[in-house]
């Protein structure tokens, strides 16, 4: 059974940057696509991007400025950074593990979600 | 970007209930449409992809319906452990996107 963890700092300075990473065990990253998720407080899901192990990315618009998704397949993990934070970044982060099915994609693996809060 | 619209946005029932919840897209997106159960500190769960494909290891209490632009995640008899928050997200393009969420609470 693959299991994600994330791990990274819970609190974040403004205009510096958020890295995080997701530790994928239980199988090999080398296979699927892996996706960041967020979830600020009190409000909806919001899919940020996605690396495949090939280090293919693909980034949402409205972040594409600020994100970068990397993969370490040595270490089976897959990494994000958001530079330029602001108090909007505030949320639940999580990674999950993205896959093709018969009609597009879906998140079938989730980890449990970090908290970070940007604040001085 | 496709824009999700879930309703209603929160929800109160009791255990036994059978509830409904919609989910429109703002333009056709055949089935390529998918439910998660997110609860605080969990682990989100994918329930429902394709529409209506039941995951491996979901109740089959839960079930999904629609095609084109509305869809309809069921639950025919509530126990405990499904109050939660529900998202419906679309996969027909690139850019993946979520309904704002529809929050089950115990009556």
């Known amino acids: 059974q693959v299991q994600l963890q994330e791990s990274g700092p819970g609190l974040v300075k403004p205009s510096e940057t958020l890295f995080l990473t997701c530790s994928v065990s239980?199988?090999?990253?080398?296979?699927?696509?892996w996706s960041w998720i967020r979830q600020p407080p009190g409000k909806g899901l919001e899919w940020i991007g996605y690396?495949?192990?090939?280090?293919?990315?693909n980034y949402s618009p409205s972040l594409k400025s600020r994100v970068a998704i990397s993969v370490d397949t040595s270490k089976n993990q897959f990494s994000l950074n958001l530079s330029s934070v602001t108090a909007a970044d505030t949320a639940v982060y999580y990674c999950?593990?993205?896959?093709?099915?018969?009609?597009?994609?879906?998140?079938?693996?989730w980890g449990q979600g970090t908290m970070v809060t940007v604040s001085s | 970007d496709i824009q999700m619209t879930q309703s209603p946005s929160s929800l109160s029932a009791s255990v036994g209930d059978r509830v409904t919840i919609t989910c429109r897209a703002g333009r056709t997106i055949t089935i390529y449409l998918n439910w998660y159960q997110v609860k605080p500190g969990e682990a989100p769960q994918l329930l429902i992809s394709a529409a209506s494909s039941l995951q491996n290891g979901v109740p089959s209490r839960f079930s999904g319906s629609g095609s084109g632009t509305d869809f309809t995640l069921t639950i025919s008899s509530l126990q405990p452990e499904d109050f939660a928050t529900y998202y419906c997200q679309q996969s027909y393009t690139t850019l993946p996107t979520f309904g704002q969420g529809t929050r089950l609470e115990i009556k």
């Open positions: 239980g199988g090999s990253i080398s296979s699927n696509y």
């Open positions: 999950a593990r993205m896959s093709i099915v018969r009609a597009g994609t879906n998140f079938d693996m």
């Open positions: 690396i495949y192990h090939s280090g293919s990315t």
